[in-house]
């Protein structure tokens, strides 16, 4: 409830803002609009520590889910530097956005903050590794029922045990290179923004976001969410998929959805591709600012 109310704000925030000049009417959805996007960030990022944990949860014999853990226990150390990973790389990224995308005081404040929190991501990042890698113990499917059986997944067996989140690393080492990408992108990141350079720095920023995501991604699959309390309860890949006639009629609908929505997106910014100027914004005070 806390993150739909949160993003609530956003949309609403970005027109009612310029409805009015009072001072403290602004304020308040500034506020608003920060919250709007700094929770979500947040709360994602803690919930994908918890899932690198195990989610206490159970099924019964009849696939009904429970949860056995609390609010607060979501709350733990692991998961809320795991938040701020996500806070911190989502910021950088839209810092580097509005340096290049905007000019004199505003280009300069966004300049600093993609400068830090790029290097907050990596310490952030490598810290959560190292964390993971020691501290954390992961899950492994031990044995699977036959792929054309009926799905269930209490069928299958899943063991916990230290370092099976580097399973996947060592069978496949090509993905090594996401970890390293979502650091060294971070440090280039940083340094790019300062030289203002910061069409290469959005570049070297998404490059940052794909390798941390990947590098979760792969440490976690085919798991999509561990149980801490009962480890064959996880759901896996093959717990989710959807049957044969929906990822069918699904393919096609993407086929023909898909080039359009990139059409329409890249035509959008194409058409408001420009540095956005001081002049601008308060030429049109009550529109959109």
């Known amino acids: 409830m806390l993150v739909l109310f949160a993003l609530f704000f956003r949309p609403v925030g970005f027109d009612y803002r310029s409805k009015l000049t009072d001072a403290k009417w602004r304020t308040a959805w500034d506020w608003g609009l920060f919250a709007g996007g700094a929770i979500p960030s947040l709360v994602f990022g803690i919930a994908f520590g918890n899932l690198l944990l195990g989610v206490p949860f159970h099924l019964d014999e009849f696939l009904r889910p429970f949860y056995t853990g609390s609010f607060w226990g ?3 150390p692991f998961a809320l530097l ?3 990973v996500s806070l911190a790389m989502l910021t950088m990224h839209g810092a580097v956005w509005l340096q290049l995308r905007t000019e004199t005081v505003i280009a300069e404040r966004a300049r600093t ?3 830090w929190t790029s290097l907050v991501t990596v ?3 490598a810290l959560a590794g190292i ?3 020691l501290g954390v113990d992961g899950y492994r499917v031990v044995s699977m029922p036959a792929f054309d059986a009926v799905p269930n997944p209490l069928t299958k067996e899943v063991v916990q045990e230290a370092g099976a989140w580097l399973t996947n690393y060592t069978l496949y080492p090509f993905t090594i290179a996401f970890p390293l990408l979502g650091i060294v992108g971070g440090l280039l990141t940083s340094l790019l923004s300062v030289l203002d350079r910061a069409g290469l720095a959005l570049a070297t ?3 940052t976001l794909t390798g941390i995501i990947l590098t979760a991604g792969s ?4 798991f999509i969410m561990p149980s801490s309390t009962d480890p064959n309860s996880s759901l896996i890949a093959w717990d989710a998929v959807s049957s044969h006639l929906t990822l069918s009629v699904m393919f096609w609908a993407a086929v023909v959805f898909v080039p359009i929505i990139l059409g329409y ?10 540095r956005v100027t001081v002049e601008e914004i308060r030429s049109q005070d009550h529109l959109a600012y």
Do not use: D, E, Q
Not at 265 to 274: E, G, V
């Open 219 to 222: 440490a976690m699959f085919p």
């Open 123 to 125: 310490a952030a990042f």
């Open 205 to 207: 920023s998404s490059l």
């Open 82 to 84: 795991t938040g701020i």
């Open 113 to 115: 903050w993609a400068k």
């Open 74 to 76: 979501l709350l733990n």
């Open 265 to 274: 997106t890249t035509w959008t910014y194409a058409k408001m591709w420009r």
């Open 131 to 133: 964390w993971l890698v």
